[in-house]
């Protein structure tokens, strides 16, 4: 393990802060997406609409109460936080030539109260809460015009606090949006709702690229900023694996795999497209807007790191006689069930020897330094007097961080941190509710918008305590 290893917690603006119109913010994609649940798909509604509740609006009130959630990060010894900068705080409609003072004034408080601890901020510049006047004006990544508006919006966050923060993401799981079976990943990544008459794939191959683009002019120009940034990606990190031993289950896995998981990692690492993208694009005849100059950008602007996120895995199975899973948390038609793996209530896989396999399998393919930024454990916590014994996220926990362990200490796998997900219980991004908990710190808020927002510890928090000062040696 690194000495400095970086133990901490994560969030984004978008799920905690609230104050979705104060102090100059504008409207974001997260702004207008309703509640939901897991049998209900949360709307993305054309503004915002008076009979509709959009949980985001007030999130966990992070905006009023981030200096006493600071306080308990500290005491449970974080290293460093990770959140995002909300884009549309910044550049309240996303086109304007100068920003708003009074976003950047908040982020600045916000970075000096974590510095005052000790605790190094890891800053996502684009995590699914993109200015709504970009999607409305423009269509969202459909227009090589976000190009210029993103890297305004990076460069002026970059320059501000390139004293205060030293890691960066460009884009949070960029990858989510090649799940094209519904609007969901394609809206949040990209501003994106899709047409009738929409190759879906293509669109979000053209809006990757713009993305591609933007990221890798983000990261030459933070290196001229201030060369000791450390700039990274960020992929939602599924490893699919073969059914079977037959060779079609083995080659079907290795294809998606590359399409949903690698091809997003390969181009941020190696600069380039890969020729298996390549050779997909020529077969269906798309012709991507791809200069000879953004070649040349992607060429120069390689990450310094794979940031990920963690928490399940998939199943790819060629046999039509096998039943296929055909949800949206399956991102391939061809997914099955892993028969030896359990699942939350909300359907997702719990495999902590899939991350040992991910970090193996990343690190191998692009000899970089791994960041951890997202893995934990959705659960509906029970309150029992005022106490919150959550076993089963410690559970969870402890056997991500045990495997973890072992391919830094087994396999040689260069890793810079963990940082749990939802150290405060957010709003949940996928369904929008409060009951899919994740946080060491509870938050007194319902999936109607109801609670005090009281904040209280759970057991997990004392245990993660405790893994942070033994630096993950815990067995
Ligand atoms: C990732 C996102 C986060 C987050 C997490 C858990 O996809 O980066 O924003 O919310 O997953 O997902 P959910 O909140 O839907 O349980």
Request: charged share 25%; proline share 4%; aromatic share 16%.
């Amino acid at each position: 393990m690194r000495e400095n290893f970086l133990w901490g917690g994560a969030v984004a603006a978008h799920q905690v802060e609230g104050a979705y119109n104060t102090d100059g913010k504008g409207l974001s994609a997260a702004d207008v997406m309703t509640g939901g649940s897991r049998q209900k798909a949360r709307e993305i509604t054309d503004g915002i609409l008076a009979d509709k509740y959009y949980p985001n609006h007030e999130g966990i009130r992070f905006y009023e109460y981030y200096r006493e959630d600071i306080r308990l990060f500290a005491e449970m010894g974080f290293r460093c936080f990770r959140t995002s900068i909300a884009w549309s705080r910044i550049f309240p409609q996303g086109d304007e030539k100068t920003p708003n003072e009074a976003g950047l004034q908040f982020y600045d408080d916000l970075f000096d109260e974590l510095h005052k601890y000790g605790i190094e901020p890891i800053v996502t510049l684009s995590h699914f809460e993109m200015p709504y006047g970009l999607i409305k004006k423009y269509g969202g990544w459909r227009s090589r015009k976000m190009i210029t508006f993103y890297t305004r919006f990076a460069y002026t966050v970059m320059e501000r606090y390139r004293n205060k923060v030293t890691y960066w993401m460009t884009f949070n799981e960029i990858n989510n949006q090649m799940i094209v079976s519904n609007n969901i990943y394609a809206f949040t990544n990209s501003g994106i709702l899709f047409k009738e008459n929409d190759d879906r794939e293509k669109v979000v191959y053209q809006a990757a690229h713009y993305q591609f683009t933007a990221s890798a002019m983000t990261v030459k120009k933070g290196h001229e900023i201030n060369p000791d940034f450390q700039i990274g990606c960020m992929i939602a990190a599924s490893p699919l694996y073969p059914y079977s031993c037959n060779p079609k289950d083995i080659l079907l896995a290795q294809r998606e795999d590359r399409k949903f998981n690698l091809f997003f990692a390969d181009v941020h690492a190696r600069g380039h497209y890969p020729s298996y993208a390549l050779k997909e694009w020529e077969r269906r005849g798309y012709e991507l807007d791809i200069t000879e100059a953004d070649l040349k950008t992607l060429a120069q602007g390689c990450v310094d790191y794979i940031g990920f996120s963690y928490y399940l895995s998939g199943v790819m199975c060629a046999d039509p006689s096998v039943e296929k899973l055909g949800n949206d948390l399956a991102a391939s038609p061809d997914a099955v069930e892993n028969p030896y793996l359990p699942m939350t209530p909300w359907g997702w896989t719990i495999d902590p020897e899939g991350l040992r396999y991910v970090l193996n399998q990343y690190y191998e393919r692009y000899e970089l330094p791994l960041f951890i930024v997202e893995n934990g454990f959705g659960y509906e916590d029970a309150v029992d007097d005022g106490q919150i014994h959550d076993n089963n996220r410690i559970k969870y926990l402890d056997n991500h961080i045990r495997e973890m362990v072992k391919a830094i200490e087994e396999d040689g796998v260069d890793v810079i941190g963990y940082t749990v997900w939802g150290c405060i219980d957010p709003v949940s991004f996928t369904t929008g509710e409060m009951r899919k908990r994740y946080g060491f710190i509870y938050v007194d808020k319902m999936d109607d918008g109801s609670g005090t927002y009281a904040r209280s510890k759970k057991d997990s928090f004392y245990w993660y305590q405790d893994v942070i000062k033994k630096n993950g040696h815990i067995f």
